[in-house]
């Protein structure tokens, strides 16, 4: 069945770099995706990755992808309090987005 | 474009009362995708459309929901009637057809809908 997992909470220091991770099911997901939701806001696609690749660099965000694992991380490098957010990973089984629970990223000062 | 616009984006109504919410897509988009927010449940798909048809309202919770897309321009979200538990963000989405990136969706900033 379809069925994506994340950590419901991460927290870390202003200039570190944080990691996200997401678990999915569906290997015949074509893009994988991150979506960013900040407060009383709706999703933002932050970053994709096309499910051939194992790597896709975008400024600060790092988007790792292991296939036989089925597990998607998303790094951000130099992480700023306005980085602060809840992350949404995504798989796409068909034209319909199947998103994960969220992680709730906090970055403190 | 203005993106996905959606009204209102907060409505508090009585629980028994008719509640209709509003979405327009970004011009050119042919799906159109309804969710909904909660703390216990996330975010969950209700219903979406292509070229203005429904193609999966498996997410539709109950009955007492319904949703419509009379024009490629304009979908409503329809609660009657309402009770609290309904109380949710509701976000509409839409996304182009065709080309790699055919499920990349965007986001309206959701309703937000409280029901006493």
């Known amino acids: 069945g379809e069925d994506v997992e994340q950590s419901l909470f991460l927290s870390v220091r202003e200039g570190d770099s944080s990691v996200i991770n997401c678990t999915y099911t569906?290997?015949?997901?074509?893009?994988l995706y991150w979506y960013k939701q900040e407060p009383g806001a709706g999703l933002q696609l932050l970053t994709y990755i096309f499910s051939n690749m194992d790597m896709k660099q975008d400024q600060r965000l790092t988007v790792l992808l292991n296939k036989k694992d089925k597990h998607l991380s998303l790094r951000i490098a130099d992480t700023q309090t306005g980085d602060s957010a809840i992350y949404f990973c995504?798989?796409?089984?068909?034209?319909?987005?199947?998103f994960g629970t969220g992680t709730r990223l906090l970055v403190s000062p | 474009d203005a993106g996905v616009i959606q009204s209102p984006r907060h409505e508090v109504t009585e629980m028994g009362q008719e509640v209709t919410l509003r979405c327009k897509p970004i011009s050119g988009h042919d799906y159109l995708f309804w969710y909904r927010q909660t703390m216990m449940r996330g975010l969950e798909l209700l219903i979406y459309f292509n070229n203005n048809v429904p193609i999966d309202d498996s997410g539709m919770p109950e009955d007492r929901f319904s949703a419509k897309m009379p024009n490629a321009s304009f979908s409503t979200l329809k609660i009657q009637p309402s009770e609290p538990r309904d109380s949710a963000v509701y976000f509409c989405?839409?996304?182009?057809?065709?080309?790699?990136?055919?499920?990349?969706?965007?986001f309206g900033p959701g309703t937000r809908l409280t029901v006493t």
């Open positions: 569906d290997s015949s997901s074509t893009y």
């Open positions: 995504a798989e796409n089984p068909s034209q319909k987005l199947v």
């Open positions: 989405a839409s996304s182009p057809t065709g080309g790699l990136r055919f499920s990349e969706q965007y």
